[in-house]
């Protein structure tokens, strides 16, 4: 109910019904994967689905893989309406411009025209963000009690992170805030990493980087799967590797507790599952941080799980397109 004009008197209410098939499309990509659910009005996700895409296939083939999965998902909604879209990529994505900008894993998506290219398969407008800021809104967002300064860090096969400071999802300048993929880091120097350089954090802290070393060491690991399923067993030579991950991606996060001094570190991602990992991510942060700045830190995994990124793309794509309002009612 919001207020209408007032004619004298008491000021005049309007009852406003909001379509009950009013939806919105989110998706989050990850190197492997496509998780796609559809939001309800009341920011609620009606269904979720989960399906194997490998982005490195380029965008024509991911983006199809994506209005096929769709077509699925509401194939027995024919009344639904969907208004809007927002869209989670795993690599650096400007929010001023909606691209990608030299996506080490993701080969063919830099200067792709993604948005034109999604809003043409989907036929609503489209949000495009990087998957780790979606789900530190997400997060954010999931949480009971407030926490309004947190970094959040998503562990999968890549590292990402993002950032929420006063209770606002930052993008930084150029709106790519966030990407500590490729910090340098002590201990990574000379590990070539896909995006040219050597020394990255992704090449010492990531499931990626741990599957390399378990497959050298001769493993059959296929996915992160595998590597969270012998870890989380304590497969001694995999919770080493987990292990040292752990406090190397703490090690990189001490500068930033130092300096942003945020309330809480929340870990996201595969890698979160591990108890191992996230103990090594806890300690290092302790050890390489000032006493004053992890005095109150919280270092916890995530609340929202699997859907921390869906949760904050459907903030994003509501606020882009709010709810439509066909129905008024006046007294």
């Known amino acids: 109910m919001i207020d209408g004009p007032s004619t004298g008197g008491r000021r005049a209410a309007r009852l406003e019904a909001v379509r009950n098939d009013a939806a919105w499309l989110v998706a989050e990509f990850g190197g492997g994967h496509l998780r796609l659910g559809i939001s309800t009005a009341r920011e609620t996700l009606l269904r979720v689905r989960e399906t194997r895409v490998d982005v490195s296939d380029g965008p024509p083939a991911t983006i199809a893989a994506l209005r096929e999965s769709l077509d699925t998902l509401v194939a027995d909604l024919p009344d639904l309406r969907l208004h809007s879209a927002a869209i989670a990529l795993p ?13 080490a894993r993701m080969p063919g998506w830099h200067g792709a025209r993604v948005l034109d290219e999604l809003e043409e398969a989907l036929g609503v407008p489209v949000q495009v963000e990087n998957d780790a800021r979606a789900g530190a809104l997400g997060e954010f967002i999931a949480r009971e009690e407030a926490i309004p300064d947190l970094i ?3 562990a999968g096969t890549g590292i990402g992170a ?19 993929t ?6 990574a120097e000379g590990r070539q990493c896909s995006c ?4 990255c954090l992704e090449t010492v802290a ?8 378990l497959i050298g060491q001769g493993l059959d690991i296929a996915s992160i799967s595998d590597v969270t399923g012998l870890a989380q067993t304590f497969h001694p030579d995999a919770t080493t590797a987990v292990r040292r991950s752990g406090k190397q991606l703490g090690t990189a996060l001490s500068s ?6 945020p309330s809480a570190v929340i870990l996201g991602g595969a890698l979160s599952a591990v108890d191992a990992y996230v103990a090594a991510v806890r300690s290092a942060i302790y050890d390489s941080s000032l006493a004053m700045t992890t005095q109150q830190l919280r270092i916890e995994t995530t609340v929202a799980g699997s859907d921390a990124a869906l949760i904050g793309l459907t903030r994003i794509a509501r606020r882009s397109t709010p709810p439509p309002v066909p129905d008024a009612l006046s007294n």
């Open 162 to 180: 993002g950032l929420i400071s006063r209770g606002q999802l930052v993008h930084g300048g150029a709106g790519v805030a966030g990407d500590i």
């Open 256 to 261: 930033l507790v130092n300096f942003l001094n």
């Open 196 to 199: 040219g350089r050597t020394g």
């Open 182 to 187: 490729h910090v340098p880091v002590p201990g």
């Open 152 to 154: 959040y860090v998503k």
């Open 91 to 103: 690599g650096p994505v400007s929010s001023l411009t909606g691209e990608l900008i030299a996506p």
């Open 206 to 213: 990531s499931g990626a980087a741990i599957r390399r070393e």
